[in-house]
T-cell receptor, first 114, second 110 residues
Framework: AQSVAQPEDQVNVAEGNPLTVKCTYS??????LFWYVQYPNRGLQFLLK??????LVKGSYGFEAEFNKSQTSFHLKKPSALVSDSALYFC????????????FGKGTRLSVIA | DSGVTQTPKHLITATGQRVTLRCSPR?????VYWYQQSLDQGLQFLIQ???????AKGNILERFSAQQFPDLHSELNLSSLELGDSALYFC?????????FGQGTRLTVV
């Protein structure tokens, strides 16, 4: 069975500082990994994904994530946070064997303070 | 715009009633996924259809059912509604390496 853990319900960071939102996963095979962001009263917007290749993935709005197979992690990072980054962030995993659904973590609320 | 369309955007109904949520996937996508987002449960996978057939089932209650039609749109039927069914219901479509979400239907059961 697949699962995702986002250990922090809330992350607070000052504007201009680097941010990290943590994600660890469990999957029986090799994973596809995703990050989504949800703004208030909006749907989920795709940020980035890891499919294969370079472990460092760059995505939308200056975000990046590093796939670490040995630690089964896929932490989301940004070098300099903006107030507009404040939102709910979801990590998701899918086993690459077959067309299976995405399994999401519970989400981490990011608050960037000016 | 993700290309996935959900209607209605908002729905308010009474306990015991039945509602139908509709999803039109992105053009060309054969898979449709339904998710429920509630405050204390995060995003829970409900059910997946692929080209008209049920592919995977998650935490879907027996009171809920879904189907995918020949034109690939999907409907999620929720019956005998309870207060606890109040949530945001998302539909997604895509392939193995991508999933695009609609804006969701916010269901309020009163």
């Amino acid at each position: 069975a697949q699962s995702v853990a986002q250990p922090e319900d809330q992350v607070n960071v000052a504007e201009g500082n680097p941010l990290t939102v943590k994600c660890t996963y469990s999957v029986s095979g090799n994973p596809y990994l995703f990050w989504y962001v949800q703004y208030p009263n909006r749907g989920l917007q795709f940020l980035l994904k890891y499919i294969t290749g370079d472990n460092l993935v760059k995505g939308s709005y200056g975000f990046e994530a590093e796939f670490n197979k040995s630690q089964t992690s896929f932490h989301l990072k940004k070098p300099s946070a903006l107030v507009s980054d404040s939102a709910l962030y979801f990590c998701a995993v899918r086993d690459r064997r077959g067309n299976t659904p995405l399994v999401f973590g519970k989400g981490t609320r990011l608050s960037v303070i000016a | 715009d993700s290309g996935v369309t959900q209607t209605p955007k908002h729905l308010i109904t009474a306990t015991g009633q039945r509602v139908t949520l509709r999803c039109s996937p992105r053009s060309g996508d054969l898979s449709v996924y339904w998710y429920q987002q509630s405050l204390d449960q995060g995003l829970q996978f409900l059910i997946q259809y692929y080209n008209g057939e049920e592919r995977a089932k998650g935490n879907i209650l027996e009171r809920f059912s879904a189907q995918q039609f020949p034109d690939l749109h999907s409907e999620l039927n929720l019956s005998s509604l309870e207060l606890g069914d109040s949530a945001l219901y998302f539909c997604a479509s895509g392939t193995n390496t991508e999933a695009f979400f609609g804006q969701g239907t916010r269901l309020t059961v009163v």
